[in-house]
């Protein structure tokens, strides 16, 4: 069975890191050091990367573990792999206005068509 990899919970400070993409002077799959972790809902870094450049409010989503870096690798080529293999999705129409309706919504702001019926009966109720 293989390992998953957990990316929801912060990183620590201290703890070494991978870039996984390119970010200002700093070339995807650097390694670096985490000098400060913060954030609540946003998690964001101070990294000290071997090249020595230094960054701050560094995203979660562009640091892995370095212990997981190869793993990471691996898994996004999956990803890209499956994305590409997935059929096209075809819920999206066009109606007679000439919107295009999205996930099957019933037009092209997502509102579900039986909200857009109500509106019409309460318009027509009240003859505007």
């Known amino acids: 069975m293989t390992k998953?990899?957990?990316r929801s919970l912060p990183i620590k400070r201290h703890k070494s890191?991978?870039?996984t993409v390119d970010l200002p002077g700093v070339p995807e799959g650097t390694r670096g050091k985490v000098k400060?972790?913060?954030g609540f809902s946003w998690y964001r870094y101070w990294v000290s990367f071997d090249n020595g450049v230094d960054l701050g409010q560094v995203s979660?989503?562009?640091l892995v573990y370095a212990?997981?870096?190869k793993?990471?690798?691996v898994d996004r080529i999956e990803a890209e792999r499956l994305a590409a293999e997935a059929p096209e999705d075809s819920a999206d129409d066009v109606d007679e206005s000439g919107l295009v309706a999205v996930g099957g919504a019933g037009n092209s702001h997502g509102v579900p068509e039986h909200l857009l019926e109500?509106?019409?009966?309460a318009r027509e109720?009240?003859?505007t």
């Open 125 to 127: 109720r009240l003859g």
């Open 36 to 38: 400060v972790a913060n």
């Open 67 to 69: 212990g997981d870096w």
């Open 17 to 19: 890191v991978v870039a």
């Open 118 to 121: 109500r509106s019409r009966a």
């Open 71 to 73: 793993r990471y690798q």
């Open 60 to 62: 979660h989503d562009h």
């Open 4 to 6: 998953t990899i957990d």
